[in-house]
């Protein structure tokens, strides 16, 4: 990357920056952003190989916005940053995040075959589709590093474990009517990531 580019990168990042403060203003001191601002930085300090300015970013993220689960991609540029400071245990939860927002992402990212199961998909962010809009490969050398433990960290039994029972409750979820049994596979999914802790 030339000078100029970092600079370009730079003044996008800044730019987005005064957008979210203006929209606080606008809000009387409250995030609104409706237009998905916040989601934008990861990709620009991650260009730039600044993981410490990225985890900065992150922390902001979740000082500010502590409801939103944020979206796969973002989820995904999460674990990477957190890999590179060297957070491990850290970025091992956010693999699983990532994982549970969208189960085909780590397939695409290492250009598996994708496996497709008939399990229930509560919104557009868990679909296959999604992965058409994804842009970051095995082959980019600046994460090489990152791709190793990754693929290494997907194949660990506990990694094997929790994915397995995710999707089976996804797919029981996909055929379960309402009452209590649904209730409490809902339940049992939303506290999965807890098991790993």
């Known amino acids: ?23 606080k203003r606008f809000w009387g001191g409250y995030y609104h952003d409706g237009s998905g601002l916040r989601y ?41 940053t957190l890999f590179k400071i060297g957070k491990i245990k850290e970025a091992e939860k956010k693999t699983l995040e990532t ?3 969208n ?11 994708m496996l497709h199961f008939d399990k229930w998909e509560g919104c557009g962010w868990e679909q296959e589709d999604l992965t058409n809009y994804f842009s970051y490969t095995k082959h980019q050398e600046d994460i090489k590093d990152f791709v190793e433990w990754v693929s290494d960290f997907l194949r660990t039994k506990k990694f094997y474990n929790i994915a ?7 797919i029981k979820l996909n055929t379960e009517p309402v009452g209590k049994k649904r209730s409490e596979l809902v339940r049992r999914k939303s506290h999965l990531l807890y098991d790993y802790i």
């Open 99 to 101: 994982f549970f927002s």
């Open 1 to 23: 990357m030339t000078p100029k580019q970092e600079e370009r990168i730079k003044k996008k990042i800044l730019k987005i920056k005064k957008g979210l403060a203006a929209d």
């Open 164 to 170: 397995n029972e995710f999707i089976d409750i996804s």
């Open 103 to 113: 189960t085909y992402l780590f397939d695409k990212f290492l250009e598996k075959e």
């Open 40 to 80: 934008l930085q990861p990709e620009l300090f991650l260009k730039l190989k600044d993981y410490k300015g990225a985890a900065r970013y992150f922390r902001w993220f979740e000082k500010n916005f502590p409801n939103d689960v944020g979206h796969p991609v973002f989820l995904f540029e999460w674990t990477i």
